[in-house]
């Protein structure tokens, strides 16, 4: 299994930015694809964005298209999530998560059974 640790989380005013970072142990970072996944307050995880092993195929929840993105530096074992025009609903404990396999370049899981290594969240606050 991969080790995850996040970091970057914080309180942010509505229409700020925040970068998180998620580092991992272990050799098999670069062929997993990678997600981020949220948690709000009495609600279920919820995929936010994932990308492939190799940095250039993501995708992302609708509701965060065009505020976030995702990337990955191979060299460094770490996953990036760039916050943008953040609002109060983006309010949640980010984890981020690695695939339970490797895959081919066109694999980007997208629910959380598909991932099996999990960081221990970074929290986020918007107020407004």
């Given amino acids: 299994q991969v080790q995850l640790v996040e970091s970057g989380g914080g309180l942010v005013q509505a229409g700020g930015s925040l970068s998180l970072s ?19 307050l009495g609600k279920e995880r919820e995929f936010v964005a994932a990308v492939n092993w190799s940095g250039d195929i993501t995708y ?20 990036y999530l760039q916050i943008n025009s953040l609002k109060p609903e983006d309010t949640a404990v980010y984890y981020c998560a690695a695939s339970r ?10 629910t959380p059974v598909d991932f099996g290594s999990w960081g ?9």
């Fill in 22 to 40: 998620c580092t991992a142990s272990g050799r098999t970072f670069s062929t997993k694809a990678m997600g981020w996944f949220r948690q709000a």
């Fill in 60 to 79: 992302y929840a609708d509701s965060v298209k065009g505020r976030f993105t995702i990337s990955r530096d191979n060299a460094k074992n770490t996953v």
């Fill in 101 to 110: 396999s490797d895959g081919h370049r066109w694999y980007v899981p997208r």
């Fill in 120 to 128: 221990q969240g970074t929290q986020v606050t918007v107020s407004s």
